[in-house]
């Protein structure tokens, strides 16, 4: 087994064009998307500006209290907020009155009110962007924070100081302070759909395990074909050397962003290597697949593999981010099947939603897709013979 | 019986490739499917190895229903392929070490293993070369190493021998007896008749997918009219003189083309002798003579009316 892996690999890596095309062509496209958006979005990204408006407790009855609420509770918000602003230059707040905040809102002079009303705080946003999930994520961030400072003062009084030391470092909006020059919403998102569409682009190299897989396309698959060994076995010997080889390709991708082309995305990149690592692992999937099924020709095939992966990337996003934003919206469950969407949906899930359940589910997508492929291709060989060879 | 061919039929599309094709090996012979191109060696082998889907008549090897997943079967089994069929990107030792990895475990036993196949087929020198920068020959060498070196029970060879120089050629055939000794059965076709009747114990004749003849090459020739065959070239006769010859004892076919004559006889004394007589009493000068005895071309002509070789 040790023996026919070793062998698959040096086999594979001394095939250029099988191992390296799916290398080189995500690489060169991922640096003229560098030079032509990644560039001009360069100077788009600005401190947010961040309206802050106090609303009267309506609660005469309880005035006093409500008085002491305010206090507490929305002084504490404005101190993280400010904490936060001269910390980085994430946001910049100001304090207004209601209207003149909506007003400021809807000619894009701010980008989002925070409403204070006693205990409860609140954000109006006027769109669905990368500043307003900032915002949104310092109010989690600081609402987490502040059970967690309810829950000190309760049980462990004296350990108030330290909890409210922490408070301005909470959350993941903190995060969000590594978030450089280039790197705004949709241009990331062409870079989510890039890594998304080199994953896929392992398809290539699993088409190719699948041609030594298959007797009615080479003469030596023949010969392997008559060896006594399980299919199975075979197939996940092909897949695990095609799979090492991807994974090395992708992270050579993910390691020429952040090396090269200093690429910056909110999440750190070691984060990513997950995504990366099931995604490859569904590429190679997918192009042994698809090797396998059917008896068309080996030109055929490859066609089916560059029109499906381009197809898959273009609709999560990669020529046109507007794309992913129309599909999700109008049949929003092809992007939950279609992998290259996954894959960018997943790596947005790190970066910018912060939302742990919907990268799990994600992962478990591209899983279970990733098995389905695999055990399809097995039934399709296990016992297959040939009208013709 | 180490393999049984029943009734075999093997169509592509409108082609009858395999018409009811019937064949035994038996265990410890070298088995010879002899035949023109196309009559359909190759798809037996490949239907045998189930390679291939075939349309009726069923295959047994070593007793049992040959199927692809049927690995002990499998695990008997040889194949040297007609087309080549080695990785480019492994060198001679290592491709050998690949095939033979799929059949022998034992890291030991299989470097053993691949160190006696390299001496069997001669490459010593090229062990780190790559297929690429091998010649034709030698590359034939190589992909019958892949195919024998874990000394399997029961060996298939489809035309190994193509494009091998005649010493390399030899020194093959003499190889492939030494498997055979050392207890290989071996299926080997080939369309050089010279070749099979040099190894093979028994050999069968095919023809548009169907055996002709069967037998040793001994009996395969006793099977047929020809005892020998007389050529005189360079020789003018008229359309009497060739109604004469015909006419002598234990000759039954003449043709006569381009000033050649070729008289084919029964298996008797003197043929040579009265043909030459009859074209001296009657003064007609004759260039180059030669006899030869039946080869399996003469079994081949006799039985489909066409030469084996043209
Ligand atoms: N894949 C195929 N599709 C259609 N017809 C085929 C195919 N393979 C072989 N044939 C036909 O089947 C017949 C038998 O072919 P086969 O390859 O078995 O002959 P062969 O005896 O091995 O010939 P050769 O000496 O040239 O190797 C031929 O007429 C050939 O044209
Ligand atoms: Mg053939």
Same mark, same amino acid.
């Given at each position: 087994m040790l023996q026919q892996l070793k062998y698959a690999f040096v086999v594979k890596i001394r095939n250029f064009s099988i191992v390296f095309w799916p290398l080189l062509f995500p690489l060169a496209l991922t640096t003229l998307m560098y030079f032509s958006v990644g560039q001009m979005d360069e100077s788009d990204f600005d401190t947010i500006d961040t309206a802050v408006v106090y609303e009267e407790v309506q609660d005469r009855g309880n005035a006093e209290n409500a008085v002491t609420a305010q206090k507490s509770g929305n002084d504490r918000f404005l101190q993280y907020l400010t904490a936060v602003e001269e910390d980085s230059d994430l946001i910049r707040v100001r304090q207004m009155e209601d209207e003149e905040a909506v007003k400021a809102l809807e000619e894009k002079e701010v980008r989002g009110i925070y409403y204070i009303k006693g205990e409860d705080l609140s954000l109006t946003v006027s769109e669905n962007s990368l500043s307003s999930s900032i915002l949104e994520s310092l109010l989690t961030g600081y609402e987490e924070g502040r059970q967690t400072l309810e829950n000190v003062m309760k049980y462990h009084p004296e350990g108030l100081d330290e909890a409210v030391k922490m408070l301005g470092e909470y959350g993941t909006a903190v995060e969000y302070v590594s978030l450089g020059g280039n790197t705004t919403d949709t241009t990331a998102q062409f870079f989510y759909a890039m890594i998304g569409m080199a994953c896929l682009y392992g398809c290539f190299i699993g088409f190719g395990c699948a041609l030594w897989l298959q007797c009615n396309l080479t003469a030596l698959a023949a010969?392997?074909?008559?060896? *006594?060994?399980?299919?199975?076995?075979?197939?996940? =010997?092909?897949?695990?050397?095609? /799979?090492?080889?991807? /994974?090395?390709?992708?992270?050579?991708? #993910?390691?020429?962003?952040?090396?090269?082309?200093?690429?910056?995305?909110?999440?750190?990149? #070691?984060?990513?290597?997950?995504?990366?690592?099931?995604? @490859?692992? /569904? @590429?190679?999937?997918?192009?042994?697949?698809?090797?396998?099924? @059917?008896?068309?020709?080996?030109?055929?095939?490859?066609?089916?593999?560059? !029109?499906?992966?381009?197809?898959?990337?273009?609709?999560?996003?990669?020529?046109?981010?507007?794309?992913?934003?129309?599909?999700?919206?109008?049949? *929003?469950?092809?992007?939950?099947?279609?992998?290259?969407?996954?894959?960018?949906?997943? #790596?947005?899930?790190?970066?910018?939603?912060?939302?742990?359940?919907?990268?799990?589910?994600?992962?478990?997508?591209? =899983?279970?897709?990733?098995?389905?492929?695999?055990? !399809?291709?097995?039934?399709?060989?296990?016992?297959?013979?040939?009208?013709?060879? | 019986m180490i393999i049984k061919i029943e009734n075999l039929v093997k169509r592509y599309g409108s082609l009858v490739a395999l018409d009811h094709l019937n064949l035994e090996v038996k265990e410890g012979e070298i088995f010879g499917l002899l035949g023109p191109n196309g009559s359909g060696k190759t798809t037996a082998i490949n239907c045998m190895l189930a390679l291939l889907k075939y349309d009726r008549g069923s295959i047994r090897i070593f007793g049992e229903e040959m199927a692809p997943d049927n690995y002990r079967v499998k695990s008997q089994i040889g194949v040297v392929m007609q087309d080549v069929a080695v990785f480019e990107e492994l060198n001679v030792q290592d491709n050998i070490d690949y095939f033979c990895g799929l059949y022998v475990k034992d890291k030991n036993k299989r470097k053993e293993l691949v160190e006696e196949a390299v001496r069997f087929v001669g490459l010593e020198e090229y062990r780190k070369i790559y297929p690429k920068k091998l010649s034709g020959g030698l590359l034939r060498r190589l992909n019958i190493a892949c195919g024998i070196a874990h000394k399997p029970r029961l060996i298939f060879m489809d035309e190994p021998t193509v494009a091998v120089d005649p010493q390399s050629r030899n020194k093959i055939l003499e190889g492939i007896c030494e498997l055979n000794r050392q207890g290989s059965t071996i299926v080997y076709t080939s369309h050089y008749m010279e070749e099979v009747e040099q190894i093979c114990s028994r050999i069968a004749i095919m023809d548009h997918g169907r055996c002709i003849a069967l037998g040793t090459s001994e009996e395969l020739k006793n099977m047929i009219k020809t005892g020998e065959t007389v050529t005189i070239e360079a020789v003018i006769l008229e359309e009497e003189d060739l109604a004469r010859i015909r006419e002598l004892p234990h000759v039954f076919d003449v043709s006569y083309k381009d000033g050649t004559l070729t008289v084919r006889c029964t298996g008797a004394r003197h043929n040579l002798l009265r043909i030459l007589e009859y074209l001296q009493s009657r003064k007609i000068p004759f260039g180059r003579v030669f006899s030869e005895l039946p080869t399996l071309n003469d079994v081949f002509l006799e039985i489909t009316g066409k030469q084996l070789r043209d």
């Open positions: 010969r392997r074909c008559v060896a *006594p060994v399980h299919r199975l076995r075979v197939i996940l =010997t092909e897949f695990a050397a095609g /799979f090492g080889i991807h /994974f090395v390709n992708v992270m050579i991708l #993910l390691a020429y962003m952040k090396y090269i082309l200093r690429l910056e995305f909110a999440g750190s990149y #070691l984060s990513m290597v997950p995504v990366a690592f099931i995604g @490859g692992m /569904f @590429g190679v999937a997918m192009g042994i697949f698809v090797g396998s099924i @059917g008896k068309m020709g080996e030109g055929i095939k490859i066609g089916i593999l560059i !029109g499906v992966s381009m197809l898959l990337s273009f609709l999560a996003g990669l020529m046109n981010p507007q794309i992913k934003v129309w599909v999700d919206q109008s049949i *929003p469950v092809l992007n939950r099947i279609n992998p290259a969407a996954v894959i960018s949906d997943a #790596l947005y899930c790190i970066n910018v939603f912060d939302s742990p359940e919907r990268l799990g589910q994600d992962m478990i997508i591209l =899983t279970a897709m990733c098995i389905l492929m695999v055990a !399809g291709a097995f039934l399709i060989v296990r016992r297959e013979r040939y009208d013709s060879i | -």
